[in-house]
C-alpha cells in the first residue's frame, strides 16, 4: 500500500516573484494576509514583495510571527485576516511564517480550537478543502513547507503539534532563489542542515515510496554538494538556487514520514526557554541519530553515502560531525543551551511525536533519553 501525492504547482528561479499576480488571479486572491516576522521584515524583502504586487492590492501585513509559531500568534494573525477582511494568505519567510499562515487558513473557514486539528489526536480528516488559499515564498532553504501539507505549532496547552492535511500543502509555491541572498551563515547553515535532515530522514524511513526516495536522494547530494559554498559565499547564486531546490525536495518527499531526528526536534522545540533552532537541532541530532539507527538500514546508509559524494561505506554520522564543524553549528545539545533537567519530559513527548513511529528502528522514550544524554 502507498499514498502518494506530487500536487503543488511550483515556481522555481530567478525572476519567478513578478509572476506573482498570475496566481493572485488564478486563486481569486484580491485582500492577501502577508504573514511574515519581524527579521524578515527587517531585510527589506517585505519591499521586493510589495513591488510586485498588483496596483489597487492593499499591503496587509502581519509580522509578528514568533520563532516557532504559536497559538496565541495564529489567533492575533487570525483577528487581522478578519478585520480585513483577507481572502488568502501568503506565508513570506522561513518556516515558521509559512506554517502559521496554514493554520491561520484552518481558522479562516473551519471553527476553533486549534487543537482540534492536531493531527495526534486525529485531527487530519476535521479539515477540509475549504481552507483559505495559501501562497507560500520562502526566503530561507529549509523548512520545505512551501511544499509540506503539515503546519508546526506550539499550543497554549504546551504541546508542539502536527496540523497535517493535504489541503495545507500551498495552492503555490513561489521560490525565487534570489530572496535567500542575504541570509547570514548562521542561518544558511541551520536552515541547509533541516534540509538535508529532510531528506536522509524520509529516505530512512521504512515506508513503501520509492518516488520520494529517489527525490531524497537527488535532494542529499544537491545539499552537501552546496552548503559549504553558500555559507562561506551568501553572494554565489549558484548556490543558492541549488540549496533552495534541495529545501524544496527535502518538503517534497517528506510525506514518506520522517523520523527520530524530528521527533526529538519537536519535542525540544516546544521548549519556551530556551527557545531553540528547528534546524540547528536537526544538525546536532542527526549524527547520533545516525548511528542509533546503524545497522537497521545498511543497504540504504550505502545508497546515501553514494549519493552525497562519499564512498559506500562511508560512516555517515562521522561526516555530519565533520560537516557541522565546518559550517558552525554547534556540536552538543548542552552548547545550545538545553537544560538537563527537561530531558526525561523530551523524551516522552518524542515518543508520543508524530515522526516516531517512520524511524527505521523502533524507538521509544528510554533510547530518546540515552540518545540525549549523549549528546548534552
Ligand atoms: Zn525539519
Not at 39 to 57: D, N
Not at 128 to 146: C, D, L, N, Q, Y
Not at 189 to 211: V, Y
Not at 355 to 365: C, D, E, G, I
Request: hydrophobic share 45%.
Amino acid at each position: 500500500m502507498a499514498l502518494i501525492t506530487y500536487l503543488t504547482t511550483i515556481r522555481f528561479g530567478d525572476g519567478v516573484l513578478e509572476e506573482l499576480p498570475e496566481d493572485f488571479a488564478a486563486l481569486g486572491i484580491a485582500r492577501p494576509l502577508i504573514v511574515t516576522d519581524r527579521g524578515v521584515a527587517a531585510t527589506g524583502l517585505l519591499e521586493r514583495l510589495f513591488a510586485v504586487l498588483p496596483a489597487g492590492m492593499p499591503r496587509i501585513v502581519f509580522d509578528e510571527v514568533p520563532s516557532n509559531p504559536t497559538e496565541a500568534a495564529t489567533l492575533a494573525a487570525l483577528d487581522r485576516y478578519r478585520a480585513e477582511a483577507c481572502d488568502g494568505l501568503i506565508g513570506f519567510g522561513g518556516g515558521s511564517p509559512i506554517d502559521l499562515a496554514k493554520a491561520v487558513s484552518i481558522l479562516a473557514t473551519h471553527p476553533g480550537p486549534l487543537a482540534r486539528y492536531a493531527a495526534i489526536d486525529g485531527g487530519i480528516p476535521l479539515i477540509t478543502p475549504t481552507v483559505a488559499p495559501v501562497i507560500a515564498i520562502p526566503t530561507t532553504s529549509g523548512t520545505g513547507s512551501e511544499v509540506g501539507r503539515a503546519a508546526l505549532m506550539n499550543l497554549e496547552d504546551g504541546r508542539k503539534v502536527g496540523l497535517i492535511s493535504p489541503h495545507l500543502i500551498p495552492k503555490r509555491a513561489v521560490c525565487e532563489p534570489d530572496l535567500t541572498l542575504g541570509l547570514p551563515p548562521r542561518l544558511t547553515a541551520a536552515t541547509g542542515m533541516d534540509a538535508l535532515s529532510h531528506c536522509i530522514e524520509t529516505f530512512l524511513s521504512p515506508r513503501f515510496n520509492p518516488p520520494a526516495d529517489a527525490i531524497a536522494l537527488d535532494g542529499a547530494g544537491r545539499i552537501v554538494r552546496n552548503l559549504e559554498k553558500a555559507v562561506a559565499d551568501g553572494q554565489d547564486r549558484e548556490a543558492r538556487s541549488e540549496l533552495m531546490m534541495g529545501a524544496l525536495q527535502g518538503g517534497m518527499c517528506f510525506q514518506k514520514g520522517l523520523g527520530a531526528i524530528h521527533g526529538l526536534s519537536h519535542a525540544l522545540g516546544s521548549l519556551k526557554n530556551p527557545p531553540l533552532h528547528h534546524g540547528t537541532l536537526n544538525a546536532v541530532l542527526l549524527p547520533p541519530v545516525l548511528r542509533f539507527n546503524a545497522g537497521s538500514a545498511d543497504d540504504k546508509y550505502r545508497r546515501l553515502a553514494l549519493a552525497m559524494g562519499l564512498a559506500a561505506d562511508a560512516d555517515l554520522a562521522e561526516y555530519i560531525d565533520g560537516l557541522n564543524a565546518r559550517i558552525g553549528m554547534p556540536k552538543t545539545l548542552g552548547e545550545m543551551g538545553v537544560p538537563e533537567a527537561v530531558l526525561p519530559e523530551m523524551a516522552e513527548k518524542a515518543e508520543r511525536d508524530h515522526s516516531t513511529p517512520t524511524n527505521p528502528r523502533p524507538v521509544a522514550a528510554a533510547d530518546y533519553l540515552r540518545i540525549m544524554r549523549e549528546t548534552m
